[in-house]
Nanobody
Framework: QVQLVESGGGLVQPGGSLTLSCVKSGSIFSTNAMGWYRQAPGKERELVAAVWRSGVTNYADSVKGRFTISRDNAKNTVLLRMNSLKPEDTAVYYC??????????WGQGTQVTVSS
């Protein structure tokens, strides 16, 4: 069974930075687009960033200019660099396929809390 493991979350002050890592069992090469999702308390899970096999990226307006997504196919990892963090970025962050009709089983996610 495919497993996704997210890590790198934590507590950070507003304006700070954090880098999240997603590791998938097996190769991610065959997955055309991988993405980072987040779910804040009381809200639905939303896609915030995606990266295609070619390296092309797309971002939600709420994080554009602050977050950077990248993938390393050789290492089967997807990274999310988050800068200028805001309290509204507080959420549990997950990785999975993006722009697909199906998903891998969801991992446990990693908690990001932005607070002073």
């Amino acid at each position: 069974q495919v497993q996704l493991v997210e890590s790198g979350g934590g507590l950070v002050q507003p304006g700070g930075s954090l880098t999240l890592s997603c590791v998938k069992s097996g190769s991610i090469f065959s997955t055309n687009a991988m993405g980072w999702y987040r779910q804040a308390p009381g809200k639905e899970r939303e896609l915030v960033a995606a990266v295609w096999r070619s390296g092309v990226t797309n971002y939600a307006d709420s994080v554009k200019g602050r977050f950077t997504i990248s993938r390393d196919n050789a290492k089967n990892t997807v990274l999310l660099r988050m800068n200028s963090l805001k309290p509204e970025d507080t959420a549990v962050y997950y990785c999975n396929k993006a722009y697909s009709s199906d998903w891998y089983p969801w991992g446990q996610g990693t908690q990001v809390t932005v607070s002073s």
